[in-house]
């Protein structure tokens, strides 16, 4: 048979387990706790930020549907004061047939002379290139000209040089032949 000391011996085993067991269960239960409360904190910080944004975003889209409406208004306020004065000018106009056909045809003949103009100043644009290319061309030839004269000058300065030296060559020998001649006639 089991001793009762044996039981009392497993009781207070199983109970000291259970005990741990307990105190484990409360420690993983305060840190889980405390990271939900860490993890609520966060959220409601990101809530609070995101109130924040959304604060903003609403506070810039209402200036944003302000000054659309705005705008709006100035552009329906422009529109209005154009629409008074296209009506003005079509009670003119429909008050002289003459007159609108008269600037009708100012405007065709206008438009002509516009047409042709931009014509003109095309041709023109047109001449000046061809001109310009013309003219860079001819700079080229010149360019290559004036080198080949610069080649020129300078072989006729090396020439000249070469037909000065033999000059004084030339003065000294007869210096010589001269004097030669003295001293033969004096001696």
Do not use: C, P
């Amino acid at each position: 048979m089991v001793k009762k000391g044996q039981i009392k011996k497993q009781v207070a085993e199983m109970k000291q387990e259970h005990d741990l067991q307990i105190a484990k269960l409360q420690q993983d239960n305060e840190a889980q706790a405390r990271q939900h409360v860490s993890e609520v904190a966060m959220l409601e910080k990101e809530l609070r930020s995101v109130k924040h944004a959304l604060g903003i975003a609403r506070a810039n889209m209402n200036e944003t549907i302000l000054e659309e409406l705005r705008r709006e208004k100035m552009q329906h306020q422009m529109l209005q004061a154009t629409f008074i004065e296209l009506k003005s000018q079509v009670a003119l106009a429909d008050s002289s047939l003459f007159e609108q056909e008269k600037l009708i045809e100012t405007i065709k003949a206008t438009k002509a002379e516009l047409l042709f103009f931009q014509e003109y100043i095309y041709n023109l644009l047109d001449d000046n290139k061809k001109g310009l290319e013309q003219l860079m061309e001819e700079n080229t030839q010149l360019e290559e000209q004036l080198k080949e004269r610069d080649y020129q000058v300078n072989l006729l300065k090396h020439r000249l040089g070469h037909v000065s030296r033999s000059y004084d060559n030339l003065n000294n020998t007869k210096m010589i032949i001269v004097l030669k001649k003295y001293w033969k006639v004096r001696k």
